[in-house]
């Protein structure tokens, strides 16, 4: 016997009986984005590597253990299955110049690719949604972000999300960070880790965000950004929390939060809950006002953040969140020859009335049939026999509510089950 061939270990399908939570999400995330003025961007899932070596940084977890890296035979070149997607759009944006017709508020949805340990909530191909706004300089464009989490949680219905904040500061300030952070584990060299030691020689600011439970004491001993941060940037920081103050959103500065990726700056933020165990970053971001110089453009400011899809909606279904499930408006039952003929054509008629409609395939009895009418979820049944055929008229039998079966044309078969979709 043939083996059947399993999908890859963390790139998980997506089934008919789960698609509809996704379909929710993403129509819901849609609308929203749409009501605060962003466009749509779609990106390659495959660029150059050195975009990605330049970006995020050549000694980060990312680009040293988890790309999915491969040269192009023909020409010759290294490629890589995306990672993260601001990197991709920043490049998308300065190759097709869209600075020089102003700032630009841009999203953009699908997968992205890690090499790491399948688990709940961490995936290899896993489904982001990033926000992306470049040529906005002042703390209004961070606020604006953190207060459309805000009314995204709420307009799903989640619970038990909350807002920590940072800043990271600017680059002199985090020279001085990393000079102090140096002499510090320095100091205590023989109570790191293989991994910490090795970091201590190329990004000592990624040691602050060891998962080592042994290395948390040393961790939380170690010289705070906030001690060497500028003037400007300290000022960024504070309008930021007046801004989400006035807006009433509840958050924690947490001194200790380290973005993953290099080319962050200033404000950075996270979306975290307790109800997802180890994987409880559901959306996080921040500034990258350096990256769009360090690929090539000019100087730019720009602020972003993504959203791990799979985490939301594993928090949607644990608070509980009721999602609609799409369902036909009309199952087409129909049996005979000239019905049979006549069924497909009212299948399109009643579609270009408004109604969503599945024709029956496959023959067998009305009773047959009217089984797997009920069993679709349809709001009513549309029947058609030879009877019904010859005199160009439809039985029409709810099956969602009580009523009688009636008999009417085209139009008013369609008007009676529109008055049963609503209500």
């Not at 953009?108 to 990033?130: D, S």
Request: hydrophobic residues 40%; aromatic residues 8%; proline residues 4%.
């Amino acid at each position: 016997m043939t083996r059947i061939i399993q999908a890859i270990r963390g790139m998980n399908d997506v089934l008919p009986t789960e698609a509809h939570l996704w379909d929710f999400f993403e129509d819901t995330v849609r609308d929203w984005l749409r009501s605060y003025g962003y466009r749509s961007l779609r990106l390659p899932l495959v660029e150059r590597t050195e975009l990605f070596v330049r970006s995020i940084g050549e000694v980060t977890d990312i680009v040293e253990k988890e790309m999915y890296t491969f040269v192009d035979q023909l020409n010759n070149e290294s490629l890589t299955l995306r990672p993260e997607g601001t990197a991709s759009c920043v490049r998308a944006v300065l190759e097709h110049n869209l600075l020089y017709q102003g700032p630009q508020r841009l999203y953009y949805t699908g997968p992205m690719f890690r090499h790491e340990r399948p688990q709940k909530g961490r995936y290899r191909q896993f489904y982001q949604v990033g926000v992306e706004a470049m040529g906005f300089s002042g703390p209004d464009i961070d606020a604006e972000h953190i207060v459309m989490g805000t009314r995204l949680w709420a307009r799903l219905g989640l619970r038990d999300v909350e807002l920590e904040i940072s800043t990271l500061g600017g680059a002199e300030a985090r020279a001085r960070h990393r000079a102090r952070l140096v002499q510090y584990f320095e100091r205590h060299r023989g109570d790191l880790d293989a991994d910490s030691r090795r970091r201590l020689e190329t990004n000592p600011l990624r040691i602050l965000d060891s998962k080592n439970p042994a290395m948390q004491g040393l961790v939380e001993g170690a010289p705070k950004l906030m001690e060497d941060l500028d003037e400007d940037s300290l000022r960024h920081f504070e309008e930021l929390q007046g801004m989400l103050r006035a807006h009433n959103i509840a958050f924690r500065v947490n001194p200790r939060l380290v973005r993953g990726l290099d080319y962050y700056n200033r404000t950075v933020f996270e979306w975290v809950t307790t109800r997802l165990g180890a994987q409880g970053t559901v959306c996080a971001g921040g500034r990258y006002d350096g990256l769009v110089e360090q690929l090539g453009g000019k100087p730019s400011p720009a602020c972003g953040f993504a959203m791990g899809v799979e985490r939301l909606l594993a928090l949607m279904q644990d608070s509980g969140v009721p999602v609609p499930v799409v369902v036909p408006d009309v199952y087409l039952v129909h049996q005979g020859a000239a019905a049979d003929a006549w069924a497909p054509r009212v299948g399109d008629e009643l579609r270009q009335l408004g109604l969503a409609v599945v024709v029956h395939c496959g023959g067998g009895s009305f009773k047959a049939q009217m089984k797997k009418a009920d069993a679709s979820g349809a709001l009513a049944a549309v029947i058609i026999g030879d009877d019904e055929a010859n005199a160009r008229q439809l039985s029409v039998k709810a099956l969602r509510v009580l009523g009688e079966q009636a008999r009417a044309g085209l139009k008013e078969a369609a008007d009676l089950v529109k008055a049963m979709r609503n209500g």
